[in-house]
């Protein structure tokens, strides 16, 4: 199957600052890529889809101002979490469907902690 | 609307014991798919098992069986056999075909003790 890579697979950042989460794909040119999040111990939520060369959807719920997608090649979709807040602490996953869309390839999640 | 429930929270049983984790969903598209995936304390999604809304039969894998019954919109998973590597988080999951987004249940915790 495909292969999802996410970069950093875990960071700490102070209160305030804003984090870049990198999700590559690397052996499939993906037009589409979802974010999810996971708060501890819960299920994981759709946050936004991410399309390639135009703006990303939202989910009702997620500001689309302090998650900043970009999607600008068919490999790499970037989300930036703006002023963070130890309320944004998760575990971020981004995946891309198959050809078909019958299947998702997951990458391996980012654990995000805000001091 | 979607949805996916998952009415077991937790559930604790001995190694070798048999164990059935239920999900049961909600759509409205005729075509759809369901997924299992298993997460371990990692945080990693594993896949198992993906089935399509027209393909009812039930499969088994090893230690794994799935049994997918539209008419109780149900797609519960049967671990046979249980070991302790067996304990992580189990989601269920629904898809639409047209968009490929994915809906998660709320997740079954298993421990599996020796």
């Known amino acids: 199957g495909a292969v999802v890579s996410q970069h950093p697979s875990r960071v700490i950042c102070k209160s305030g600052t804003s984090v870049k989460i990198e999700c590559r794909s690397l052996?499939?040119?993906?037009?589409?890529m979802f974010w999810y999040r996971q708060f501890p111990k819960q299920s994981l939520m759709l946050m936004a889809t991410?399309?390639?060369?135009?703006?990303?959807?939202?989910e009702q719920g997620v500001e689309k101002d302090k998650f900043l997608i970009n999607h600008a090649s068919l490999t790499l979709s970037t989300l930036t979490v703006t002023s963070a807040h130890p309320e944004d602490s998760s575990f971020y996953i981004c995946s891309h469907p198959g050809l078909a869309r019958e299947t998702q390839y997951f990458g391996p999640g980012t654990r995000l902690l805000v001091l | 609307a979607q949805k996916v429930t998952q009415a077991q929270t937790e559930i604790s049983v001995v190694e070798k014991e048999d164990v059935t984790l239920d999900c049961v969903y909600e759509t409205r598209d005729t075509t759809y798919y369901l997924f299992w995936y298993k997460q371990p304390p990692s945080g990693e999604l594993v896949f198992l098992i993906r089935?399509?809304?027209?393909?009812?039969q039930n499969e088994i894998s090893g230690r794994y069986s799935w049994n997918f019954q539209k008419s109780t919109s149900s797609f519960n998973f049967t671990i046979t056999a249980s070991q302790v590597v067996d304990s992580a988080v189990y989601f269920c999951?629904?898809?639409?075909?047209?968009?490929?987004?994915?809906?998660f249940g709320q997740g079954t915790t298993l421990q599996v003790k020796p």
């Open positions: 991410s399309n390639e060369g135009s703006k990303a959807t939202y």
């Open positions: 999951a629904l898809s639409s075909s047209n968009t490929g987004k994915l809906i």
């Open positions: 052996d499939f040119q993906a037009t589409t």
């Open positions: 089935r399509n809304s027209f393909d009812e």
